[in-house]
């Protein structure tokens, strides 16, 4: 168990969450302050690297959502950053050790198809990562999985199917698609978002691939969304920022968390799926 772990189960009187979520770009208020237990700085936890990004808040933060306990991550850190991308492992790592069954991941992403415009939802039902970057690449950390894992159901089919079917219970329009990873900082040329689309791609960002591997690597079966917060470099006339990323994943906030917490609520936790 690592460090961090044992930091926030001693924190939390050894409170061990049902659900972890992670918050991407723009996505800050994820609990009502009467749900949240106990909220934790990274800067506490040994094994989370500090974000350094403007929307990534770096707190970790225990509360309810109905019956369940859920962990969410209020910022991650980047590739770009300078992190060493084997530090990226460490926090899925931890989420693991403190008994979280289930990993949500968000990000905030480019549309590479004009049909799901900005605001748009995506559940991500497979990656293709062009980052250049394997956070598992090194020494294998056997205590938390094989030299050599799967990935054919990276994003779990099971999990995602309810996922979907509450949001058409609540009427949120939510797409599926494959979302593409480069390292960043800039944004993606138009030849590479062509690219993208020529193999497959629906979305591009800079996040959530390197979180996906480890959880997969270590057990921890992930469902990841996607809002969509522009379309991609040179399928619209304006230049892309950062702070069209933030305003548009903020006008989305809503959405994309009453998505998440109606299918907390709602959830059937698979008890086939492996553990190690």
């Not at 910022?75 to 926090?91: F, T």
């Not at 899925?92 to 748009?120: F, H, Q």
């Amino acid at each position: 168990m690592l460090p961090s772990a044992k930091k926030f189960l001693e924190i939390t009187n050894n409170t061990s969450p049902d659900i972890a979520v992670i918050l991407g770009s723009g996505l800050t208020n994820f609990f009502e302050e009467k749900d949240i237990q106990e909220l934790i700085s990274y800067e506490q936890l040994a094994d989370f690297p500090q974000p350094t990004v403007k929307g990534h808040a770096g707190k970790l933060v225990l509360g309810k959502i109905n019956t369940l306990n859920v962990v969410c991550m209020y910022g991650r850190s980047h590739i770009y950053e300078g992190h060493n991308p084997q530090s990226l492992a460490s926090p899925i790592r931890v989420l693991k050790d403190i008994g979280c069954k289930l990993l949500i991941v968000t990000n905030a992403a480019g549309s590479l198809d004009e049909a799901m415009p900005a605001g748009s939802l995506m559940a991500i039902k497979d990656h293709i990562n062009w980052s250049g970057f394997n956070p598992l690449i090194g020494p294998n950390a056997e205590e938390y999985g094989p030299r050599f894992h799967d990935m054919s159901d990276g994003y779990h089919k099971f999990y995602r199917d309810q996922l979907i079917q509450v949001a058409k219970k609540i009427d949120q329009k939510i797409y599926e698609g494959i979302y593409c990873m480069y390292s960043g900082p800039n944004f993606e040329t138009p030849a590479e978002i062509n690219a993208l689309k020529v193999i497959g791609g629906n979305a591009v960002g800079m996040s959530t691939v390197p979180e996906v591997l480890v959880a997969n690597h270590c057990g921890l079966p992930v469902i990841g969304i996607s809002v969509i917060t522009n379309l991609a470099a040179g399928m619209n006339k304006t230049k892309l920022s950062h702070q069209e990323t933030l305003e548009n994943a903020s006008l989305a906030e809503n959405n994309v968390l009453n998505l998440i917490k109606q299918f907390i609520q709602e959830v059937q936790f698979d008890d086939t799926s492996r553990d190690n």
